[in-house]
Nanobody, 116 residues
């Protein structure tokens, strides 16, 4: 079992920056691929990034990183736009994928709101 706890969401102005954190716990947590997804009400869950790739909509603006010593994965978000507004989720899978159905464990989500 892996438990994921997200934090760092909030309200930020367009052009600003925000860093999301996801703390993973469980004895096997280090064996999983970690990724970020986002979702807005009524829309499908959208892939954001994992360590090998990121969505075209966030390339050159978002960066994913991992601190194994702290069992934490981060999403650094720069040059934020109103269309980045969503609930952001971290997730864990056994292989690299951009498909949400491949991810086994999910955090509770953290709201990011970007004002214009």
């Amino acid at each position: 079992q892996v438990q994921l706890v997200e934090s760092g969401g909030g309200l930020v102005q367009a052009g600003g920056s925000l860093r999301l954190s996801c703390v993973a716990s469980g004895r096997s947590a280090s064996h999983y691929v970690m990724a970020w997804f986002r979702q807005v009400p009524g829309k499908e869950r959208e892939f954001v990034a994992h360590s090998l790739s990121s969505a075209d909509t966030v390339k050159d603006r978002f960066t994913i990183s991992r601190d194994n010593a702290k069992s934490t994965v981060y999403l650094q978000m720069n040059s934020l736009k109103p269309e980045d507004t969503a609930v952001y989720y971290c997730a864990a899978a056994t292989r690299f994928s951009q498909d949400y159905s491949d991810y086994i464990y999910w955090g509770q989500g953290t709201q990011v709101t970007v004002s214009s």
